[in-house]
């Protein structure tokens, strides 16, 4: 893949608007300090800019971008996903010492890449039970998932319809009182 624009640290791309993903990304931003003003990678909010972003990739789509991790990598490809973390894993300072087990396994099959690839399609699919709303739509399992959550806290909330699972007479409502004229 080509690129627009040469950088020398691979950029990690994240959702601003994602508590989990502002989480992950200060953590990567505070471990890729490696001496006095260098880092071993740079952390970019996606925004809300696709020409900002295919400047740096002209690939790149920001919907995908919104929905997976990227990695753009100096040499001007991509890695997605787990593929991505390995990579940042990697260039990490406090972690690149067990970040060499993602590329070893015996012809090809990476058995400890593979973990780390369900891994992240988990975390990826249950980001909206964290809080995330805005990094893609879950799975059906996830959003089954959700939906019985908020009918099992429906009942506490006491604000919902016979829907939530609260039976119809405790909805109903009490009609509204009229004023009785006295002359």
Same mark, same amino acid.
């Given at each position: 893949m080509s690129q627009s624009r040469s950088h020398t640290a691979p950029i990690l791309l994240y959702n601003d608007e994602c508590a989990v993903c502002r989480a992950i990304a200060k953590w990567v931003r505070t471990s890729a300090r490696i001496g006095k003003g260098e880092i071993s +990678? #740079? #952390?970019r909010p996606i925004g809300n800019d696709?020409? /900002?972003l295919a400047l740096l990739n002209p690939q790149l789509d920001i919907w995908d971008a919104y929905a997976t991790i990227h990695l753009l990598l100096p040499d =001007?490809?991509?890695k997605i996903g787990g593929e991505a973390v390995a990579e940042v894993l990697r260039d990490l300072p406090n972690t690149k010492w067990f970040a060499w087990s993602f590329a070893i396994g015996p /012809? =090809?099959?990476r058995p400890f890449? +593979?973990?780390l690839n369900v891994g992240y399609a988990i975390l990826s699919d249950i980001r909206p039970l964290l809080g995330c709303a805005s990094c893609g739509s879950s799975n059906a399992a996830v &959003?089954?998932?959700e939906r019985s959550i908020a009918l099992l806290r429906a009942p506490l &909330? =006491? $604000? !919902? $319809?016979s829907r939530s699972g609260r039976p119809a007479a405790a909805t109903r409502r009490r009609p509204a009182r009229t004023p009785? !004229?006295?002359?």
């Amino acid at each position: 893949m080509s690129q627009s624009r040469s950088h020398t640290a691979p950029i990690l791309l994240y959702n601003d608007e994602c508590a989990v993903c502002r989480a992950i990304a200060k953590w990567v931003r505070t471990s890729a300090r490696i001496g006095k003003g260098e880092i071993s +990678i #740079v #952390v970019r909010p996606i925004g809300n800019d696709p020409e /900002a972003l295919a400047l740096l990739n002209p690939q790149l789509d920001i919907w995908d971008a919104y929905a997976t991790i990227h990695l753009l990598l100096p040499d =001007g490809s991509m890695k997605i996903g787990g593929e991505a973390v390995a990579e940042v894993l990697r260039d990490l300072p406090n972690t690149k010492w067990f970040a060499w087990s993602f590329a070893i396994g015996p /012809a =090809g099959f990476r058995p400890f890449q +593979i973990v780390l690839n369900v891994g992240y399609a988990i975390l990826s699919d249950i980001r909206p039970l964290l809080g995330c709303a805005s990094c893609g739509s879950s799975n059906a399992a996830v &959003r089954l998932i959700e939906r019985s959550i908020a009918l099992l806290r429906a009942p506490l &909330r =006491g $604000n !919902r $319809n016979s829907r939530s699972g609260r039976p119809a007479a405790a909805t109903r409502r009490r009609p509204a009182r009229t004023p009785t !004229r006295t002359s």
